[in-house]
């Protein structure tokens, strides 16, 4: 099982990048799926999720209407739209995804829900 998160590179502050991750080795159609970030002497936080059926996403304050989450479950990916970005949002992301299928949650945000994890891809934004 993987995940392969692409997409990330320099940018100036204000500016977009859409960050992809595809999945191979089983089927994530049914399983939360959520983007996280570790900024240079950080820890992980988490940035956004979305249900295994798209209807609900959830997002950490520091990105909210900045940053959209959204999936293509016939693709086995997930994606995540950054705009306005700035140079706060430089980091490494990661996408991780559930193991149990169909699982609802109060809050996508606990690292301890996602068992797989992509091998991260940083974005840089300059000021």
């Known amino acids: 099982v993987q995940l392969q998160a692409s997409g990330g590179g320099l940018v100036q502050a204000g500016g977009s990048l859409r960050l992809s991750c595809a999945a191979s080795?089983?089927?994530?159609?049914?399983?939360?799926m959520g983007w996280f970030r570790r900024a240079p002497g950080k820890e992980r936080e988490f940035v956004a999720g979305?249900?295994?059926?798209?209807?609900?996403?959830y997002y950490a304050d520091s990105v909210k209407g900045r940053f959209n989450i959204s999936r293509d479950n016939a693709l086995n990916a997930v994606y995540l739209q950054m705009n306005s970005l700035k140079p706060e949002d430089t980091a490494v992301y990661y996408c991780?995804?559930?193991?149990?299928?169909?699982?609802?949650?109060?809050?996508?945000?606990?690292?301890?829900?996602?068992?797989?994890w992509g091998q991260g891809t940083l974005v840089t934004v300059s000021s």
């Open positions: 080795g089983r089927t994530f159609s049914n399983n939360v």
């Open positions: 991780a995804a559930d193991r149990d299928s169909r699982r609802t949650y109060t809050y996508y945000g606990a690292r301890y829900l996602y068992d797989y």
């Open positions: 979305i249900s295994w059926g798209g209807g609900n996403t």
